[in-house]
Nanobody, 116 residues
Framework: QVQLVEAGGGLVQAGGSLRLSCAASRSIFSSADMNWYRQAPGKQREWVATITTAGRTNYANAVKGRFTVSRDNAENTVLLQMNSLKPEETAVYYC??????????WGQGTQVTVSS
């Protein structure tokens, strides 16, 4: 199994940047894609970005061109660089992976608040 711990959330003005991190308790990046999700108040959790085991990245249309997902294999850490943030992107951001044979693993989330 694995534990995921997010960090880096906070309060930022619209147009600003934040970098989130997700630390995995062990090395899993060669066997599992890593995902970022977010959940705004009163809304369903939505997918934001993925970095695959091969290092390919995919993004939701809403964040394409502004967010960048990357990983540091040596540190077992996935990063989400978020630029040009918008107030509507205020949410709790979660790190996620699906790891066989156990299934889904989620971090505890980190709050991102974007003020207008």
């Amino acid at each position: 199994q694995v534990q995921l711990v997010e960090a880096g959330g906070g309060l930022v003005q619209a147009g600003g940047s934040l970098r989130l991190s997700c630390a995995a308790s062990r090395s899993i990046f060669s066997s599992a894609d890593m995902n970022w999700y977010r959940q705004a108040p009163g809304k369903q959790r939505e997918w934001v970005a993925t970095i695959t085991t091969a290092g390919r990245t995919n993004y939701a249309n809403a964040v394409k061109g502004r967010f960048t997902v990357s990983r540091d294999n040596a540190e077992n850490t996935v990063l989400l660089q978020m630029n040009s943030l918008k107030p509507e992107e205020t949410a709790v951001y979660y790190c996620h992976t699906y790891l066989l044979p156990w299934g889904d693993f989620w971090g505890q989330g980190t709050q991102v608040t974007v003020s207008s």
